[in-house]
């Protein structure tokens, strides 16, 4: 049996990351992702990479800059994930830059904006994610007075959640078959004061679908064999009915709630600086010495003193490092000239390694990091640090499927039962 998987909100596909390694370690199980819906550039470029290896660009050697700006304009693509491209700016990209762009696209089935996928766009699939823009509902939005949260009539990044909604509505009235399996991942204020409420409501809706919710999952990367300190909230949903309390009670004793020891951070961190790869990253992730990044250093947690780890877990890695709080320094020891700080911030390799992804998917982000000018590339390490903070832990996402793919198994009656086994 092929699991049929949908990602929307797709970034660079931890999902998929997560999909791959069980089938690694399973035989039986095997894995079709049959679409994809991202709008930023950056993460498609990245996913396409990660997960599909070198672009072959020669399909369209003979399209012109007009026509592959023609062909992108009908989309709604973003270069930094919070507001539309102009076709101004679509037209200022580079032409090898747009190809990457359209091979992305076309590679992955990526229906780009989810405010323009109906039900019938979508191939038939048993699982859904959607890991919907979590900015307005974080702690951090409080700060820049912004408590719109998941609001319908918003109209902010995260109420894209509600057009999960109306595809799934879609599906309905048209007499589509639905996914079986839906699966959410977002910040734990989801379910604060402030959101609950339309949390609950969306619940409900789910309910009144024929789906039964399992939100029981707050789960922490330290507890799946990341040194991160990262706690996100998951939901299942399930279209289940008379199997449900089963299902429940399975999730329920499970030990996808268990703690576990947290792993050492040592190898998770590149400190051989004669490495020349890992020397040149770390002094460009140094900043310049200045009062507010002494402030920062003072503030901030010390994950290593050189080569030595101090056994702190790092913090949760967010968008950016260079920032107050972070997810945790690194006192270099390099004989830097004296405008540049004592300390680094993670890598964007640390912060891909920190957040379950490979060493090789890293580096194939490298070996591919087409130039788009003379000093720039398509994926800069601020996009690279951007595109690891928006990310799933792929550890966690494992787990959670590896339980999916047996309650599929085992309470829908298929043949041939396969029990998973934790990896961690």
């Known amino acids: 049996m092929t699991f049929n998987v949908i990602e929307t909100f797709s970034g660079i596909g931890s999902q998929v990351k997560a999909l791959d390694r069980i089938k690694q370690r399973e035989p039986n199980f095997d894995y079709n992702i049959v679409a994809t819906v991202e709008w930023?550039?950056?993460?498609?470029?990245?996913?396409?990479?990660?997960?599909?290896?070198?672009?072959?660009?020669?399909?369209?050697?003979?399209?012109?800059?007009?026509?592959?700006?023609?062909?992108?304009s009908k989309y709604n693509l973003s270069s930094d994930g919070k507001k539309p491209l102009s076709e101004e700016a679509l037209k200022r990209m580079p032409l090898n830059q747009l190809k990457a762009i359209c091979h992305s696209i076309d590679r992955n089935n990526n229906l780009v904006d989810i405010s323009t996928v109906h039900a019938w766009d979508l191939p038939k699939a048993d699982l859904?994610?959607?890991?919907?823009?979590?900015?307005?509902?974080?702690?951090?939005?409080?700060?820049?007075?912004?408590?719109?949260?998941?609001?319908?009539?918003?109209?902010?990044?995260?109420?894209?959640?509600?057009?999960?909604?109306?595809?799934?509505?879609?599906y309905d009235e048209n007499d589509l078959q639905k996914p079986r399996y839906l699966l959410m991942e977002n910040v734990t204020a989801i379910k604060s004061p402030r959101n609950v409420d339309n949390f609950n409501i969306w619940k409900e809706q789910l309910q009144s679908m024929g789906y039964k919710n399992y939100a029981e999952l707050d789960l922490n990367a330290k507890n799946f064999g990341i040194p991160q300190n990262r706690v996100r909230t998951y939901m299942l949903s399930i279209l289940a009915d008379d199997n449900w309390n089963d299902i429940y009670n399975y999730l329920d004793n499970s030990d996808i709630n268990k703690v576990n020891e947290a792993p050492d951070i040592e190898p998770f961190l590149r400190l051989d600086y004669s490495n020349e790869t890992y020397r040149n990253e770390a002094i460009e992730s140094t900043p310049n010495w200045t009062t507010s990044r002494k402030t920062i250093h003072d503030d901030s947690c010390i994950l290593a003193d050189g080569i030595i780890t101090n056994g702190f877990l790092a913090k949760t890695i967010t968008t950016k490092q260079d920032r107050n709080p972070n997810a945790g320094l690194i006192l270099h020891g390099l004989d830097l000239p004296s405008h540049k700080a004592p300390y680094r911030n993670l890598t964007p390799r640390e912060a891909f390694l920190l957040m379950g992804f490979d060493e090789y998917d890293y580096d194939a982000l490298m070996e591919n990091n087409i130039p788009i000018t003379n000093n720039r590339k398509i994926l800069s390490n601020s996009k690279l640090l951007k595109l690891a903070g928006n990310?799933?832990?792929?550890?966690?996402?494992?787990?959670?499927?590896?339980k999916m793919y047996y309650i599929n198994q085992h309470f829908f009656k298929h043949d041939n039962i396969i029990p998973f086994k934790r990896t961690v």
């Open 40 to 72: 930023e550039v950056g993460a498609m470029y990245a996913y396409d990479i990660i997960h599909n290896g070198k672009q072959d660009l020669s399909k369209y050697a003979n399209l012109t800059k007009e026509q592959l700006c023609q062909n992108l």
């Open 128 to 170: 859904l994610t959607y890991s919907f823009p979590c900015q307005d509902l974080s702690i951090s939005s409080y700060w820049h007075k912004n408590f719109s949260g998941i609001d319908r009539d918003s109209n902010n990044r995260s109420s894209l959640l509600w057009e999960i909604e109306r595809i799934l509505k879609e």
């Open 391 to 402: 990310s799933i832990v792929v550890n966690v996402l494992e787990e959670i499927f590896a």
